[in-house]
T-cell receptor, first 110, second 113 residues
């Protein structure tokens, strides 16, 4: 079975402070991992995926297979980063069967 | 491109009523999915489809039916609404490749009284 754990329900940081949203996964094969973001009352949208190794809106995430983690990081938080963040895993079946974590609400304090 | 379109955006039902949540996509995606989003629970997969005429159950399928008569449409039916089905429902579509993301609709906020 595949599982995604986001240990923090809520994370509050001051503007300009570093941000790290934690994500751990359980999966027997080679996972495909994603971070989705949901701004207030908006649809979920892809933030980044591990295969792209890209930086979006200043966020990066590195897959650590040894620690089975895919933490999301940003060096300097901005107020517009306040949102709900979901880590998701795509297993063998395909990306239409994403397993989501329970989400972390990031609040950036001005 | 509209992407994934869901209707209605809001709905209030009485216990026992039935209704259909509509979902349409214009990206020619083979794969479509329905999720429900509940506070503290994240998103949970209800049903999914890998192509027209093919559907299967996800993690929480009870009380819901789906059909996929066309590539574009994937409606979700509540047969007899229950208060436990109060939730926000998201439809998503994707090309199906493991490293390709899902595209989500705006969601339907459903309240069952």
């Amino acid at each position: 079975a595949q599982r995604v754990t986001q240990p923090e329900k809520l994370l509050s940081v001051f503007k300009g402070a570093p941000v790290e949203l934690k994500c751990n996964y359980s999966y027997s094969g080679s996972p495909e991992l994603f971070w989705y973001v949901q701004y207030s009352r908006q649809r979920l949208q892809l933030l980044l995926r591990h295969i792209s190794r890209e930086s979006i809106k200043g966020f990066t995430a590195d897959l650590n297979k040894g620690e089975t983690s895919f933490h999301l990081k940003k060096p300097f938080a901005q107020e517009e980063d306040s949102a709900m963040y979901y880590c998701a895993l795509s297993g063998r079946a395909g990306s239409y069967q994403l397993t989501f974590g329970k989400g972390t609400k990031l609040s950036v304090i001005p | 491109n509209a992407g994934v379109t869901q209707t209605p955006k809001f709905q209030v039902l009485k216990t026992g009523q039935s209704m259909t949540l509509q979902c349409a996509q214009d990206m020619n995606h083979e794969y479509m999915s329905w999720y429900r989003q509940d506070p503290g629970m994240g998103l949970r997969l209800i049903h999914y489809s890998v192509g027209a005429g093919i559907t299967d159950q996800g993690e929480v399928p009870n009380g819901y039916n789906v059909s996929r008569s066309t590539t574009e449409d994937f409606p979700l039916r509540l047969l007899s609404a229950a208060p436990s089905q109060t939730s926000v429902y998201f439809c998503a579509s994707s090309s199906g490749q493991r490293n390709q993301p899902q595209h989500f609709g705006d969601g339907t906020r459903l309240s069952i009284l």
